[in-house]
DNA sequence: ATATAATATCAAAAAATTATGAAAATTGCA
DNA sequence: TGCAATTTTCATAATTTTTTGATATTATAT
């Protein structure tokens, strides 16, 4: 997974680069949006790290060129108190942003939850009969098609990607709500029950596990 | 679990230790960066907080003295406003930082979430075919689930994680239920006969030492 | 062998955890 | 904006686990 970080400050780079290394990323530098469109160019990046304001060309106007040559996702950090209309008002195509002073494990948390969206993409999760396809975003079951609500959906396939393996609530919370969901652990036991009830036959995968939180538990060997 | 505060307000020390005693914690304190190097000496801390501005010697300082005695988490507390270059150009190797003023709730899931990356986990431990998995979160014998209780369960993980130790009820009172328990020493007693039951073939694992507590006894060489 | 101290067992009471349903709050969209 | 769908919260029911305390059993020293 390569990533490409463009900001004007070298420290700030330096620190991003050292903790995405940690993290075994490739990483990139580019100090300005000429550079890192040159960069993008030559380079097959994955992600790009991308601030705001720059001198020459800022954020915007190089998310804004790049996207021309190739469709990368975008996590962008923006100073506390940068119009966040511009920030909206910019966001398609816009991943994530994160906003300084940020802490170096939020923005590697967020780039790991965008990176790992970008490695699920398209997959497909299946058992016995029951079939999550991710690119068209759609869930069946005996070739059936189930409605599921978007926290449904995100929490089976949480469950899918994640099966035989034990998961508490707070778990569940960080990965799917975000690590700053302050809420009740409780509401992870409400999308169980709604989920449960959608997967008919299969209501039974998701065990619970007392004093721990749930498994989606299938048996390899069926 | 073993945290240290270090602030030089005790104001603020008091909250975060309130707050953390409620997550069962263990809390010590100190009010400058001397103390804290003298208590990360002399006790075994897995954490700590510690705030960036203080008297005699500043938190960055502190964090260098302690680095060279014993590789602890750190989560740094900084007030809004403080140079952000100096925030970005020190932190390798500091887990997280919060910003003052921070919510607790904010600050203890913070710790949580460093905290649970320290706990070890996802081990198995095995003796024949007694096989329990913590990733899982399921033991098993002869291939077949065996449905602990979540007392039990934590029971057998400590005893295999300390095989051939004989460990005083009192040791695994504290280490399985908590320092603060207060209750009855026979509960211990109780609990090694449920997971006796449920260990079959397995029970005679669990050596009652008289006067002592309990072993579980294994023998390397089969 | 017997007395004594420690442990094992048991079942009922107490406590803790999870499931559920429904209301309240929020979000997304026409 | 206002409606409909979704998410979250919260109270209560259902379930499971933990603890207690009484009694039985076992081990040990004399």
Not at 74 to 96: P, T
Not at 171 to 178: D, F, H, Q, V
Request: overall charge negative; some cysteine.
């Amino acid at each position: 997974m390569r990533i490409l970080v463009c900001d004007d400050e070298a420290l700030i780079r330096d620190v991003i680069k050292e903790y995405l290394l940690l993290e075994h990323y490739e990483v990139f530098e580019a100090s300005n949006g000429l550079d890192a469109i040159e960069i993008v160019k030559n380079k097959d990046i994955d992600l790009i790290v991308m601030d705001i304001m720059m001198p020459k060309m800022d954020g915007y106007q190089a998310i804004n060129e790049i996207k021309k040559i190739k469709d990368i996702p975008f996590i962008m950090l923006s100073a506390r108190g940068e119009e966040f209309d511009k920030l909206y008002g910019f966001q398609l195509g816009v991943d994530d942003y994160v906003t300084k002073p940020f802490s170096p494990k939020e923005l590697v948390a967020r780039i790991k939850a965008v990176t790992k969206r970008i490695q699920n993409e398209g997959l497909t999760f299946k058992y016995k009969t029951l079939v999550l396809d991710d690119l068209a975003h759609e869930v069946k079951i005996d070739d059936k098609q189930v409605i599921l609500t978007p926290k449904e959906y995100d929490l089976l396939k949480y469950f899918m990607q994640n099966k035989n393996i034990a998961l508490s609530r707070d778990t569940i919370l960080s990965n799917i709500w975000g690590y700053d969901f302050f809420g009740d652990e409780r509401t992870v036991d409400t999308h169980v029950k709604t989920l449960r009830n959608n997967l008919g036959k299969y209501r039974d995968l998701i065990i619970t596990v007392r004093g721990m939180g749930y498994k989606f538990e299938i048996k390899e060997n069926e």
